[in-house]
């Protein structure tokens, strides 16, 4: 969905460096989630916000923090990533009050590799 | 952990024929939702059914979900190749957990033109 888009879309980096994966949206969203998908595997959630005050973990938040700069800016960053952290990415929004307002819209993804 | 369970891993079908997916799941729910993701790409949503519903219909698609079996199915008739790719449930449960969404492994669909 182009309304939410993430950057870098590709990203290869060594053991222990710091990096941060970046997430847009245009469509007016209160909320916003961070997931990770391994081969094989669901999503998983990383992070999640109902606004710009609220951030809570989700079920795989260790080694990983988030930031929510504004509504429409929500940021994910590896303090220092380790190989087992490559996969691929996904930044969520989903709108609280729209009528179907569970139904979620994906970026593209990041994918992620750590050497 | 992961909520949802599908089955089966793979489906291969030719065009035409109809596809059918299954979902499991283990806590009381608010809504189950589908998704689609072609390869390598974004999840794109599909379908949303309550928990007081049994029934949805959405163009070539139907989904179906039983609360006493914790358990929801999607058919999608009449395939096309342009089918092919990756189909998730996700469970919502309602109340503190609002909002949120939990996925299955997802079922990846090859239709043979």
């Known amino acids: 969905d182009a309304d939410v888009t993430q950057t870098p879309r590709n990203r290869i980096t060594k053991t222990g460096k710091r990096i941060m994966l970046e997430c847009s949206q245009t469509k007016g969203h209160d909320r916003m989630y961070w997931y990770r998908q391994d081969p094989g595997l669901g999503l998983r959630l990383i992070y999640y916000s109902f606004d710009v005050k609220d951030i809570n973990k989700g079920e795989i938040s260790d080694g990983y923090s988030v930031s929510r700069q504004a509504q429409a800016k929500f940021s994910l960053s590896l303090e220092s990533a380790i190989p087992n952290q490559t996969a691929l990415y996904f930044c969520?929004?989903?709108?609280?009050?729209?009528?179907?307002?569970?139904?979620?819209?994906f970026g593209p993804g990041t994918r992620l590799t750590v050497l | 952990s992961q909520q949802g369970e599908e089955d089966p891993q793979a489906l291969s079908i030719q065009e035409g024929e109809n596809a059918t997916m299954n979902c499991s799941y283990k806590t009381s729910i608010n809504n189950l939702q589908w998704y689609r993701q072609n390869s390598g790409r974004g999840l794109v949503h599909l379908i949303l059914?309550?928990?007081?519903?049994r029934e949805k219909h959405s163009g070539r698609l139907r989904v179906t979900l039983d609360t006493s079996k914790k358990s929801s199915s999607l058919l999608i008739t009449a395939s096309r190749a342009a089918d092919t790719a990756s189909y998730f449930c996700?469970?919502?449960?309602?109340?503190?957990?609002?909002?949120?969404?939990?996925f299955g492994q997802g079922t990846i669909l090859t239709v043979h033109p």
């Open positions: 969520a929004t989903s709108d609280r009050l729209a009528r179907s307002y569970n139904e979620q819209f």
């Open positions: 059914i309550r928990s007081n519903e």
């Open positions: 996700a469970t919502n449960a309602g109340g503190t957990s609002y909002g949120k969404l939990t």
